[in-house]
Structures are given as structure tokens and as C-alpha cells.
């Protein structure tokens, strides 16, 4: 157990982390993630950069859904801006990536705020089914807007080299996609240093004490959909930059569910549980092809038959499992753990 | 005129199914709390138990429906028994998420199960056009916009009448004080998923014999949102009538408006009214206390 661990002054309170064992691991996490290209194949790094795009989208969507108590089942309908903006800028327009990728944030973050304005009259059910229903609508504003992004054709997202480096392909993708994902990350960290994680946190918790307290419902509540919609697009325009091919299918309701079982996977509200669970369930489907592969006889086509299907039930069997043995997801498990150890012998 | 009348005939269609999707929703949300978010898996999953009952046993309409009833029921108990039941006493939140999980599990399920090519859904009923005025109805048009309105008669007396119908709306008035005055929650939050099953049963065949049987059909679920919202989550008549209109106004978007109209008007009318109503057209108002 750690002893004689006092903090002394409000800068050690709201410190990212006091101790240098978590400075230590987070630095060789660093280190390794760096190195991995060297050491995994090409198809390797395609899951890894697969898994670092969830990540963003998962530990945008807790900022919105775990901390501020916003619940959203439009985060496919917010992937798809920021991706189609990242392809047409790109494509169409021409524009170099370093702006392109901000931009598709960016107008990711303004949609998101037409979404925002019900939210501030609606709560809990009433507003995921409104989120859920401007997913439809832009997926749907989306196909019918044919000049612009080229309807049920879709777009090839060709042109995003920087220092004549192509970005959508092996290791130069590899490294924006962690440079992103490392953004992202400190930002949510920071957030929640600062008075406006505070403030998202207080309406999660009780929306109105926290008005009586002099939050701005409003601001915050806006604040919380532009945020994390930024990240979201941010992760969309990174997808589009992978898949190299994006149209209105990719973007099915499904990937919202994926999102909502991510971050309750890892642990509502926590930064470190969202990343968890979203390194953990984008490789779930891969585990579950070796799995596959190791139980049924090689003849078998059941899997490839049903991949979509096997990976649904996948999913949903994650979120009730865990909903209902585990509420408190991987970071539970691994403060339980923690726990045991640090107490050991004393523990029960 | 004639293309308006047509327009109307089709929008009442596919109103009368919305409207029994979100009666199914509106049953359990008033006595449960919990919007279920796998009505339309239910009803998906019903259709094909009807569909499967109709090919090995070969049944007329009207036993088809008389056996997939019961059938679904049990299904629905099953479901509430092994999903909802334990998750009693968590935030709604979880309770939920599950519903979401579980219409994920019954999707997947529904096509390794019947596999993924449309099937024509014979239910027994026959196909000659039948003429009201000058507008052409099929039988099978005709009997599921009947069924919304027995349903509907039905819901009504039952909540109204009978002993459990009144237990039910106590549990939704409160749960704490029915549970002081001897009732069983649990039981009536079973009671809830059974009857709701039930409804998803007579609108899944029907929805089937309708259009067609494809396991993209738990979609509708999600088309009835509008509805139910229209109708305020928890009254029956209201989602019934939300269901009616919410069909006549997509059908006049997409014959007035344009092509795709159908898939979304019904989606801009809700964000529309939330905006203005945040609990619906018909819902009763939560006044907060702190």
C-alpha cells in the first residue's frame, strides 16, 4: 500500500499523475508504441491503426456519454462527417492533409452543435433516440447530396501525402494515426483537469445542482457535443484515410453500438477504461477469426458465412455480460486487482 | 385526388404497423421504465417463428396467428427471464444498454438461424384486390390496420378492467407504493415483455404477409421511434395514433416532397417536435424535484 501519500497543495490534486511508476510505464508504453512497426507485419499494423481510430471514437464518446451524461447513438452518423469531409476536402479539392484532418474535425464539431440544440431540452432516452435519428438523417442528407459527395458512389480518398510521405498506407499512417490517438488522449486527460471537465462532470452527476452551482447548462452541455465531435470527425477523416474508399455503408448504426459497448466495456467515464475497451473489442473480431479457426475444421465455411453476424452477437454478448457481472468494466477488474495487492496479506 | 387517396391507403399501411410496434415499446416502457431498444428484433424474430410454424404445419391465417401468439409469448418470457430479470435494480441506463445488447444478439441470431435471403411469407390470406371507393386495398392491408384497432380495444380493456391491467398501471404510477400494497413487480414487468412480445407477434406476421420476410425487418423497430415519441412513450392510444400518423407523413413526404423521404420524415418530425415538446405530443410531463 502506498504510505505517507499526502497531497499538499491544488496543482498535486489536479496533477495528470503523481507517481513516477505511472510516468515510468507511460513513457515505455510510449517507447514500445513507437517501435512496434518495426516488429509486427503489414497486416499487424492495419489492426493496430484499426484499433487506434476506435480508441479516438471511444474516448471521444465518453467525453460526451461518461462524463458529461450525454447519451449518443449518432456517433456513426458524426464518423461519417468528419471522414466525408477528410475525403472531399482531399479528393475533390485537393487541399493538403495537414488541413484537411483539422477541418473535417472542425465541421464535424458544427454539425454536431445543430444535434446539441435539442439536448439542452432533452434527456437520457429522449435524446439518444434524437442523436440516433440525426444519424439516419445525415446518412441519409449524405446519399441524396449527390454533387457533393458523390451519393451511393462514394469517394476514393486518394492524395494525402505530406514531406512526400503517402500517409494511407504502412508506417507513415501508422505514425499519424498514434500522433492522433496520443492527442486525443492528453486532451481528454486535460479536460478533466480543467473547469470545464469539472463542470461536464457535475451535470453527469446531478444537471440541476450543477445549474444551481452556476454552470451554464448550455455552454457546457454545447461545449461537450463540439469537443468530442471533434475528435470524433477527427477519427472519421483517420478511417477515410485508411479504408481509401469510403461510401454510406460503412457508417451503419452498428458502429454507434460498437462505440456505446467500447466504453462501457472499459469502464463508464474513465479515459484509461475507454481505451481499453476499445483496444479490446477491435481486436475481438480478430481473436474470434483465430478462434474460429482453432475450433471448427478448416472445411467449415460458418465463419466466413457469417462474420457480420458472429461479430454482432460478439458484441452484444460483451455488453450484457459485462452490464451485467461487471458494471464497472476493465478498469473495475483492474482497480479490483490492484486492490487485492496492494492490501496483500490483509485483503479478503 | 387519386394519387392522394393512394398515398393516404398506403401511409395507413404502414402506420398500422408502426402504431403496433409502438404499442409493444409503449407497454414496456410503462410499466418498466426501460425503452426496449429490441422491440423490432422481436418482432423480426416473431415473423420468422410464424413463418416457420406456417411452413411445417401449413396453417390457414387465423390459427397461424392464434399459435405464433402464444409461441412469441413464451419467446418473450424466455428473453425478459434470462436478459431483463437480472438487471433488476440497476440504473435504466444498464437496463437499457442490455435491450440494446440483446437486439444485437437476435439480429446475428435471427440470419445464422433462417439465413439472410428474403423469403415470401405466405400467411394464408388471399390476394384478391378489394375496393373501397375508388381506393384498391389488399386483404392483407386491410386485416393489419384492423389489427391495430383490436389491439389497441384490447390494450385499452385490459388495463382498464382487469386485475392485472390495473396492477400494471399502478406499477407505472408507482413502483415502490404498488410493491407496499402486495403487488409483484417482477411479475408485471414479465407480464409486460409477454404481452409486448405478443403485439410484436401479430405485427411481425402481418408486417411479413404485407411486404416481405427479410432479416433487415427489425428495422421497423427503429422506424417506430417517431411514433412512439410522437405518441409519448407511455400511452397505448397515443402510440397507436403516433403509429397512423407518423405512416401518413412519410408517405405524403415521399410522394410530395421526393424520392427517400419515406426513410427520414418520419425522424425530422420527431426532432422537430422534441424541440418544441420535450416529452412527446401525448406524454405526461416529469416535473423535477431536487
Known sequence: MRTGHMKLSPGQLIALSDSRVVWGWALAGGVALLLLPFAVSNYGLTLVVSAFVAVMGAVALNMLTGQTGLISLGQSGFLAVGAYANAILLSDYGLPVWLTLPAAGLATALVSLVVGVPSLRLKGLYLAITTLAFSFIINHAILYAEPLTHGPNGIFVKGATLFGLDLQRGMPLYYLALGLTLVTILAALNMTRTRIGRAWIAIRDHDIAARAMGIDLVRFKLLAFAVSSFFVGLAGALLSLQLRFINVDVFGLILSIEALAMIILGGLGSIAGAVLGAVFLSLLPEALRLFFGLVSDPNSTFYTNYVFEIRGIAYGVVIVAFLRFKPDGLIGMWRDIRKYWSNWPLAY | ?290
Open chain 2, 1 to 290: 385526388m387519386e394519387f392522394f387517396l393512394l398515398l393516404v391507403s398506403s401511409g395507413l399501411v404502414a402506420g398500422a404497423t408502426y402504431g403496433l410496434i409502438a404499442i409493444g415499446f409503449a407497454l414496456i416502457y410503462k410499466s418498466t421504465g426501460v425503452v426496449n431498444f429490441a422491440q423490432g428484433e422481436l418482432v423480426m424474430l416473431t415473423a420468422y417463428i410464424g413463418f416457420s410454424l406456417s411452413n411445417s404445419f401449413g396453417l390457414s391465417f387465423l390459427p397461424l396467428l392464434l399459435l405464433t401468439i402464444p409461441v412469441s409469448m413464451a419467446v418473450g418470457l424466455l428473453l425478459e427471464r434470462i436478459f431483463i430479470r437480472p438487471m433488476l435494480g440497476e440504473p435504466v441506463f444498464a437496463i437499457v444498454m442490455v435491450t440494446v445488447g440483446l437486439a444485437v444478439i437476435l439480429r446475428g441470431l435471427t440470419i445464422i438461424i433462417w439465413g439472410s435471403q428474403p423469403a415470401n411469407f405466405d400467411a394464408g390470406i388471399p390476394v384478391t384486390v378489394v375496393r373501397l371507393g375508388s381506393v384498391p386495398f389488399y386483404p392483407a392491408q386491410l386485416i393489419l390496420i384492423a389489427a391495430l384497432a383490436v389491439v389497441v380495444l384490447a390494450a385499452w380493456l385490459f388495463l382498464r378492467f382487469t386485475r392485472y391491467g390495473m396492477a400494471m398501471r399502478a406499477v407505472a404510477i408507482n413502483e415502490t407504493a404498488a410493491l407496499l400494497a402486495g403487488i409483484s413487480v417482477s411479475r408485471i414487468h414479465a407480464l409486460a415483455w409477454v404481452l409486448s412480445s405478443g403485439i410484436a407477434a401479430v405485427a411481425g406476421v402481418l408486417f411479413a404477409a404485407n411486404f416481405k420476410l427479410a432479416p433487415d425487418l427489425w428495422f421497423q423497430g427503429l422506424k417506430s421511434f417517431p411514433a412512439v415519441i410522437l405518441g409519448g412513450m407511455d400511452s397505448i392510444v397515443g402510440a397507436a395514433l403516433g403509429g397512423i400518423v407518423i405512416g401518413l407523413i412519410e408517405s405524403l413526404a415521399q410522394g410530395y416532397i421526393g424520392e427517400g423521404m419515406r426513410e427520414i420524415a418520419g425522424f425530422v418530425v420527431i426532432v422537430l417536435v422534441l424541440m418544441v415538446r420535450p416529452y412527446g405530443l401525448f406524454g405526461s410531463r416529469n416535473i423535477e424535484r431536487v
